[in-house]
T-cell receptor, first 115, second 117 residues
Framework: AQKVTQAQTEISVVEKEDVTLDCVYETRDTTYYLFWYKQPPSGELVFLIRRNSFDEQNEISGRYSWNFQKSTSSFNFTITASQVVDSAVYFCALSEADSSYKLIFGSGTRLLVRP | NAGVMQNPRHLVRRRGQEARLRCSPMKGHSHVYWYRQLPEEGLKFMVYLQKENIIDESGMPKERFSAEFPKEGPSILRIQQVVRGDSAAYFC???????????????FGPGTRLTVT
């Protein structure tokens, strides 16, 4: 069965701190895709990254970085030097090759960055 | 290029009424997906449509819910005889390519918040 677990319901940090959001997934497929989305208070969903299961290279984009580890079925997201504008709910999602249009979302982690 | 448009952004319906949610995909996109987000939860897949075709409706409740994506015009998610449990945010996404392609990505709209009183 496919499943995405985001165990951290809510995280609160002070501005400029680094913060890591955890994501653990379950799938039987060998080909799958992992995503992160940001949902700011305004409610829309903003795409952050897509990763396929054959690419375990870590990715860095500005203050954002992602650590994909197949051995632990994890796809963690780190924000370096957090800012107030990073406050949002962050969702990790999974899709499998045979139904890659069907994103399976975790329950989200609410990040609050305090000034 | 305008993003995915959804309207209305907020919709209030009394129990028993019908709710119609509209989604205009990004220009040139012919694949549309609907998701539902219940309060404090992640999004759940409902249906995948291409123009005039329902590809996968495995996430749609069996009764009262229907979706279409006509040749012309927006995609419509229709909920008949709404109940309080239908209160949620409904998101539409669209894609340019088929899911199997390397560049595949779903672009999400801002969502419609449905409140059933």
């Amino acid at each position: 069965a496919q499943k995405v677990t985001q165990a951290q319901t809510e995280i609160s940090v002070v501005e400029k701190e680094d913060v890591t959001l955890d994501c653990v997934y379950e799938t039987r497929d060998t080909t799958y895709y992992l995503f992160w989305y940001k949902q700011p208070p305004s409610g829309e969903l903003v795409f952050l990254i897509r990763r396929n299961s054959f690419d375990e290279q870590n990715e860095i984009s500005g203050r954002y970085s992602w650590n994909f580890q197949k051995s632990t079925s994890s796809f963690n997201f780190t924000i370096t030097a957090s800012q107030v504008v990073d406050s949002a709910v962050y969702f990790c999602a999974l899709s499998e090759a045979d139904s890659s249009y069907k994103l399976i979302f975790g329950s989200g982690t609410r990040l609050l960055v305090r000034p | 290029n305008a993003g995915v448009m959804q309207n209305p952004r907020h919709l209030v319906r009394r129990r028993g009424q019908e709710a119609r949610l509209r989604c205009s995909p990004m220009k040139g996109h012919s694949h549309v997906y609907w998701y539902r987000q219940l309060p404090e939860e992640g999004l759940k897949f409902m249906v995948y449509l291409q123009k005039e075709n329902i590809i996968d409706e495995s996430g749609m409740p069996k009764e009262r819910f229907s979706a279409e994506f006509p040749k012309e015009g927006p995609s419509i998610l229709r909920i008949q005889q709404v109940v309080r449990g239908d209160s949620a945010a409904y998101f539409c996404a669209s894609s340019l390519t088929r899911p199997e392609t390397v560049s595949y990505e779903q672009y999400f709209g801002p969502g419609t918040r449905l409140t059933v009183t």
